[in-house]
């Protein structure tokens, strides 16, 4: 019997470095439709864990589980720092398996654990054992090919996690392409514990379509809901049959200026904030049909009050459709999965969900092989 996924609604907000800081985290929150918001990774080496600064993470938002992603292969030591994450109120505790950087990869870590199961096992077995609650591993599709993702969700699985996130992207892949959800439906029909997919949801209405067609449990979005801070209210809004919010220049504009104040009230070095509202108008910015003019100039300027003004006067007096964040992605100017020809069984798939199993190699891995 397949198990159930231990949060709802059934949606997580990406762990995202950089990005997914308490204060971030708490402005998604805020807005409807969010399940679980996450941490960005915290790096666990083999020297003694500061015990202190791991607690420092576990930051909560009343009524939002929050889940905190580590990052290592020493079997003791992520053992001991998802003890202490889990104790302090780590809602979820997850292991990072797809960090595709150069460091992590040297490291041994992130998507290189990828190529050892024995070793994912290994370390998350020991994990489980200090971790009462929810334990989830996200994951990559493989580190060059993805013939191992069976065996590699099987030993995640064996280990004990409750759920499986997975971006279906080669480490080698990084951001290229689109993200190749049969993986995700394939795992899905292979494996009892619930499966997230994730990547390149740019849009509310169709991230639900793919839900539905690959069968999976929960999405997760990160660029997108940068791009699009209403999408996860949006999927709330089609699942209760209620007509999505469809953002026009001021709501966009208020939702930056909200945040630029906060940044500005938290963030103590005076460039701070600056960087850190360029960071998501780079995001904001894709979704604003004016070739880019909007981008361009706001991340030209020099100054918190240079960018109010640019977006009070590009951003504000914006209709609604010239703002790329309807539901159904009308004016499409990003990429979504079910459009690619990665994806061209999309629609044969949504009739026949396990067809397409045999795109990923069947492993003779067992639980019992560990
Ligand atoms: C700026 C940035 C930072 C990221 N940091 C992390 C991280 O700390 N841990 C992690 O597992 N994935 C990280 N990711 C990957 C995302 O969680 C997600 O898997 C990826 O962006 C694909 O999903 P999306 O298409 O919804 O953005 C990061 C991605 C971005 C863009």
């Known amino acids: 019997m397949k198990d159930a996924l231990p949060f709802t ?4 907000l990406a762990p995202m470095e950089g990005v ?40 909560k938002i009343p009524g939002v589980p929050l889940s905190v992603q580590i990052m290592g292969n020493d079997a003791d030591c992520m053992a001991d720092a998802a003890g202490i994450v889990s104790e302090a109120g780590a809602d979820i505790v997850d292991i990072n398996l797809g960090c595709p950087t150069r460091k992590a990869s040297k490291n041994g870590v992130g998507a290189a654990m990828l190529k050892d199961p024995d070793l994912l096992y290994k370390v998350l077995s020991s994990m489980r054992a200090r971790v009462p609650g929810c334990l989830s591993a996200k994951i990559r599709a493989g580190w060059d090919d993805a013939t191992h993702i069976l065996a590699i969700a099987q030993a995640i699985e064996a280990a004990g996690a409750n759920f499986i996130v ?25 494996i009892s514990i619930p499966v997230i997919g994730n990547g390149d949801c740019w849009y509310a209405a169709p991230a639900l379509h793919l839900q539905k067609a690959m069968q999976c449990d929960g999405i997760m979005i990160g660029r997108p809901a940068l791009r699009n801070p209403w999408i996860f209210q949006q999927m709330a809004q089609i699942r209760s049959a209620e007509t999505p919010v469809h953002p026009d220049g001021a709501m966009v504009a208020a939702f930056l200026h909200d945040l630029m104040g906060r940044f500005c009230a938290a963030l103590h070095v005076p460039t701070a904030p600056i960087g850190r509202m360029k960071e998501i108008i780079g995001w904001v910015g894709r979704a604003i049909d004016d070739d880019r003019l909007f981008l361009r100039q706001a991340l030209r300027a020099k100054s918190i009050q240079e960018i109010q003004v640019i977006i009070d006067t590009m951003i504000a007096p914006l209709p609604a459709h010239a703002i790329d964040m309807h539901s159904e992605g009308l004016l499409q100017l990003e990429k979504c999965p079910e459009n690619s020809d990665k994806n061209t069984e999309f629609s044969a798939v949504s009739r026949h969900p396990c067809a397409v199993s045999s795109h990923v190699h069947k492993s003779h891995v067992t639980r019992t092989d560990f």
């Not at 202190?52 to 576990?58: D, F, I, Q, W």
């Open 9 to 12: 609604p059934s949606t997580m």
């Open 166 to 190: 997975v971006h279906p992207r080669l480490r080698t892949d990084a951001f290229k392409g689109v993200a190749d959800w049969r993986i995700v439906a394939a795992l899905k029909s292979q």
């Open 20 to 59: 997914t800081d308490p204060l971030f985290r708490e402005v998604m929150a805020e807005r409807p439709g969010l399940g679980v918001v996450c941490t960005e990774f915290v790096r666990i080496s083999r020297a003694p864990i500061r015990a202190v600064h791991l607690r420092a993470e576990v930051v």
